[in-house]
C-alpha cells in the first residue's frame, strides 16, 4: 500500500515536472501599452521571471476594450493584465503568477526552506507594503494633476514613499539583493521602484540607484524588457 502511494507521488511529481516543461505558458499584455514601452505595465515581471529560468513563452495582446469583456473576465475577475494560462491552469495577479513561475523552476526561490520563505516575505513586501504609495503617486500624477488637492496630495504620498525608501535602503545596505542570492522578492522589487525613475525620490537612496541598475543589467530583464517594448514600437508604426 505504502509502496503504491509512494510510486503513484512519484508518477505525480513527474507529471508535473513534465507538463511544466512541455507546456508554453501563454500571458496577457496590453495591445498598447499606456507607458509607451517604458516597461512599467506588470507583464514585464512576468515577462522577467519566465526570462529568469528560460521558461519560453506566449504572449496574447489585449485591448482595454477587451480587457473588460466576459472573456477575459473569466480569466481575470478584475478586468486587467496579466493573467498566466498554462494547461488547464488560469491565473491571475502578477504575484502569483511569479510565485507559480518560482515554485515550478529553479532559480527564484532558493532550495532552503527559511531562505525560501523570507525570499516571499520579500515578494509580499514589494507588492503589498512599498508599490501601493509608488503606485499611487503615479495614478495621483496622471489622474488628480488639475485637482486643488494636487501639491499637498503629492506631498503626503511622497512623505510616504520616501519613508519606505529609507527603510528599504537602511536594510539593503550595501548587499547586492535582499537577502543573499537574486530571488523573485528582489525581481518584484525592482520592478517596483521602476516607477520612480524620473521622479527623482531615488536619488535620495544611492544605494537603491545601484540596486535598480543591478536588476536592470540582468540579461533576463533585458530580454523581457526589449520584447514588451518591441509591442509597443510595432503598435505605433501601424
Ligand atoms: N495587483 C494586480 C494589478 C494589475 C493591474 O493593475 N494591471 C494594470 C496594468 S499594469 C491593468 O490591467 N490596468 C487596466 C485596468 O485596470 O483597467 C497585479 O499585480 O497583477
Known sequence: M???FAINAVTRMASRHFR???MIPTITAFERSPDRGKGLARDMRVRWALEEVGQPYDVRLVSFAKLKEPAHLALH????IPTYEEGDLALFESGAIIFHIAERHAGLLPDDANARARAIAWMFAALNTVEPPIFERALATILERDQPWYEQRLRVLEDSIRKR???????L????????????????MVTVL???KGSG?????????VYLARGEARPAYKRAFAAQLA???AASAG
Open 2 to 4: 505504502r509502496k503504491a
Open 20 to 22: 511544466s516543461l512541455s
Open 77 to 80: 475577475p478584475f478586468g486587467q
Open 165 to 171: 525608501l529609507g527603510d528599504l535602503s537602511r536594510r
Open 173 to 188: 545596505g550595501d548587499a547586492d539583493w535582499l537577502d543573499g542570492a537574486f530571488s523573485a522578492g528582489d525581481l518584484l
Open 194 to 196: 521602476l516607477r520612480l
Open 201 to 209: 525620490l531615488l536619488n535620495e537612496y544611492p544605494n537603491l540607484l
Open 231 to 233: 509591442v509597443f514600437t
